[in-house]
């Protein structure tokens, strides 16, 4: 469970006076204060459910005020230290409140109050919150991991110099195994160990480096965040009290002001619905318990920073209007001009407006950039807010120069008050456009997200033979809860359908635009619309290991992974601003020498300008339009844009180096069963050998393929179903295969599944095998002529053969086919096409993979291939440097989809599978090969593309600012111009990013695109 996420900073606290260390998160935003703390008096007797004498702590915070400097602080602690029962007293005096920790026997609230007044300040509790070890309850807290991965938002970063920054100060912590920071999501994966350094310390160190940092999702799947609407003070002793008897709570904290508990359980044991029906139950209906929303740490939230950024513009806009004004129109206004040449004492009127006007844009407006550059600079590297200050410093600075020397000299020459605030004003407009851009870039998790159910029917069995409906929460569904689906609504978990049958649209999961049929026995996936008929499903994966929150989970690391062609842009990033600073001063002194040597003209120079000033203007030109934040928005932009342009059209990609190898594809190895096949396989013929029956034959073979999961098995346990407990009858409503009832099946034992080969048991005091013709001979059992002429007729026919042996004899052959996916041929075609080699590796045998091989048009096949030989034929395709994309869905093709440069898994496929690919083709379509390879080989012309602008910017303007052009075409760029260039740099990066958007599949895979009303279930 995600921990809650309503403000904008959060804080986690390790409270090391407990045996237990409960942990404690705060929400900053919400009420900035470190300590909260219950009052609990259940507990006071120390002996509650055998807790005796276990340790307890009361934080204390009060608001005070009246403190002025750091004597009224100290002050304050000693006041409160000096109180019997206090260990410890922490005053903030910036934030005028007072962190207590004290024991409650021996301290009460009053007397803590009453010391700060009669310190002479007044004082106000805020909270209190009353932390308990719950350990003795028996409820021993599981062995921690060595390390722990957690993610952070990281706020204000620019360019790739603020994000190797982050990564550089991490690094260096003790403990920190592992950093991962992404500039476009503006997140921060951090591996720890929690022993060696803590989450506060890292959102410090963050926060010390100069940008914002907030805990926004945890690997602790067992602690929960309630919010508890309707609860007062007075039942804080009540609840507490609930929570401490519940069996499976470790321990909790709970914060009655903030109406909020914080509550460390063992899932095995206790279940949240059991948490939350314990506390409203325990209130007679008047406490209304919310839980956060899981989704809420993916959510990509830009409303602040947007914000944020529209009124820093505004504000500087505002002060830029009236100096632009002063400095470019009323020159040529007499009235206006005769006024601003008033003097006032020593100074002109119009330098005094201007000077007034500017002072707030540099110092409070500019105040982020100088804090960015500071903690840049500190930290060892060096970003945009360096080249702004210098800038717009330099600016400043010599026009309050300027002034004073006209008030001393009673020459008043020209000043550059207006390039500050132009400046300043088209930067952030460029940082305003560049996060609504940003915004765009991450909208395909927010749409993922919408698709999140929000409530569920729970049908439970009431008294008698009756039936319950209860609505709930959807993120309190547990597995092996019975739903109602009603038409319409959304599927509320993943799970499968008990009862009923309707039509559902997958196509916001899968891509898949046609309708998906469903009845008893189907899949089906939470957040999918039911769309006609009334379906009563079995959940069977929840929270996070639904299928939706995997997708966003795995589009958001895809996300946070850099490609590795990032590492150009890191390298450049890091020496860009010193290589800029040295060309910008190189150009003003080599200007101003020309200049003293009268190397060019004085006509050059404007009016009221010296060497000097002419120089300066080039040299601050050349500061402000270099852009470093371009290059580093190159790839990460492009990389966000095609991760969710590809899960929209049912295409998960693990990351970002994923996408760049998959454009440099040459090859495509292809499994059989269920890649090329539909994976649908059915018995079409069966035929006994060696006296035995028909269906005593079936019989033997059901009991071996009972216990596997091979399409194989499945088609097999139909077939036998079919004949012997309805006759033969080719099509039933159920199937055992789906309904999982084995009940007419003979019982076996000692079972083992050999991948590649078939199964193996004990049937009836009789081994039984049941597989491919490898399995058998290599058990020496043989093979009569009559059942050789028979296997090599189903194989000529692509057709596969599985043989069952009961003893030491072969007992009887069944003919299995599997249909070729209508799209294999064309895609195919579609591949060579593209220069792409083709192959094909499959475990079964090699007259039957020479058939489907021909069948689809691939030249290349092997047969009778081991789960580890398909791996070797990988590597060996490999050896010659070969780029080589795998394509299969079984857990046998897991060590070939891990090896091969680019893992593409179908989605129908097991999760081990898809545990070892690099994409995810959601559609279970070939297709989405060709599409895979097509987004990734046009992601990487836009992330070219992108550094062309980035890099050819920089290149050519930076000659332009440094005045290349001006001694033959007297072309300049004006400091505010250069600004406003820069500025535009990177919303034309990104912009350019969000053009993949546009992005449609190749013509090829439309070929065969239909619509038909809806299509029948794979």
Partial sequence: MAPHRGGATRKELELEDLEAQARLVLDEAALEKEPLLTSSSFLEDGNENGKSGAPALCRLEVAIGGMTCTACSTSVEKA????????????????NKADVKFDPRTCKEDAIKEAIEDAGFDAEILSRTFMIDLVGNGNAAPPSKLTTTEMFKVGGMTCTACVNSVEGVLAKLPGVKRVTVALATEMGEVEFDPKAVQRRQIIETIEDAGFEAELIESEERDKVILTIGGIFEDDGTQVGELLSKLKGVRDFTLDVLLERAVVMYDPEVLKLRDIVHGIENAGAGRYKVVLPNPYTSYSPDKSKEVSSALRLFIASLAFSIPVFFITVVCPHVPFAYRLLLIHCGPFLMGDWMKWLLVTPVQFIIGKKFYLGAYHSLRSGSANMDVLVTLGTTSAYVYSVGAIFYGAFTGFHGRTYFETTTMLFTFVLLGKYLEVLAKGKTSEAIGKLLELAPTTAMLVTADSGNSEKETEIDAQLIQKGDRLKVVPGSKIPADGFVVEGSSHVNEGMITGEAALVDKSVGDNVIGGTINVNGLLYIEAVKVGRDAALAKIVNLVENAQMCKAPIQKFADYVSSIFVPVVVVLALSTWICWY???VLELYPDSWMPDGTNHFVFALMFGIAV????????LGLATPTAVMVATGVGASNGILIKGGDALERAHQIQCVVFDKTGTLTNGRPSVTTAKAFNGMTLSEM??????AEAGSEHPLARAVLDYAYHHLVFGGVPSTPKSPSRTRDFSWVKKCSDFKALPG??????????????????LITEQGILIPQQAANYLREVE???RTGVLVTVGHDLRGILAVSDPLKRE????????NQMGIRTLMVTGDNWTTARAVAKEVGIKECMGEVLPGGKAEVVKSLQSDGTVVAMVGDGINDSPALAAADVGMAIGAGTDIAIEAADYVLMRSNLEDVITAIDLSRKTFARIRLNYVFAMGYNVVAIPVAAGVLYPFFSISLPPWMAGAAMAMSSVSVIGCSLLLRLYRRPRLTEILDFQPQHRSRQ
């Fill in 623 to 630: 500061l402000v339009i270099a852009c470093p934040c371009a």
């Fill in 698 to 703: 079936l019989a033997f073979a059901a009991a």
């Fill in 757 to 774: 080969q078939g199964v193996s048991c004990i049937v009836e005091g009789q081994i039984v095998l049941v597989g491919n013709t490898k």
């Fill in 80 to 95: 409160v230290l000096r109180i019997d029962g206090v260990s410890s007293a922490t005053v903030a005096l910036l934030q």
């Fill in 796 to 798: 000529e026919r692509a």
């Fill in 593 to 595: 020498l020309a200049g």
């Fill in 824 to 831: 294999a041929a064309i895609v195919v075609e579609g591949l």
